[in-house]
């Protein structure tokens, strides 16, 4: 998504809202001049302006990033997924942490185990 569309969506839902440039400009604590920049693409829109202008026009960042709603699977949120997603990678790392730690113990068995049967190879060597 270039820089263009997203200050077309920003516009497009700020008209749809109601609300004026200099309204925003207030809001966002910048000059209208500075606003109309903005939604010209004369500037770009920095993630924080993004969320802070989602914010203030009552939608997500993504409907104004995008130009729609993403859709929500089974009623969960896109941060519902994350979350989810999130848990499972965490469940994930430790199970990678207890298999490593489980190959370097067998790996050390097998370590001691070729030691022991190097012993009885020389045990029995000297005993013929």
Not at 17 to 39: F, P
């Amino acid at each position: 998504m270039d820089n263009n569309s997203i200050k077309k969506n920003i516009r497009q839902v700020r008209k749809s809202r109601k609300i004026t440039q200099e309204e925003m400009a207030h809001k966002l604590g910048i000059s209208l001049t500075a606003y109309r920049d903005l939604e010209k693409g004369n500037t770009s829109v920095m993630n924080g302006n993004v969320m802070k202008m989602a914010d203030l026009l009552e939608t997500s960042a993504e409907e104004l990033i995008l130009g729609y709603r993403p859709a929500q699977t089974e009623g969960f949120a896109l941060e519902d997924i994350r979350q989810e997603y999130g848990m499972r990678i965490t469940s994930l790392e430790r199970r990678i942490v207890d298999l490593e730690k489980l190959l370097s113990s067998q790996e050390e068995n097998i370590r001691s185990k070729n030691e022991i049967i190097s012993m009885l190879k020389k045990r029995l060597g000297e005993d013929n």
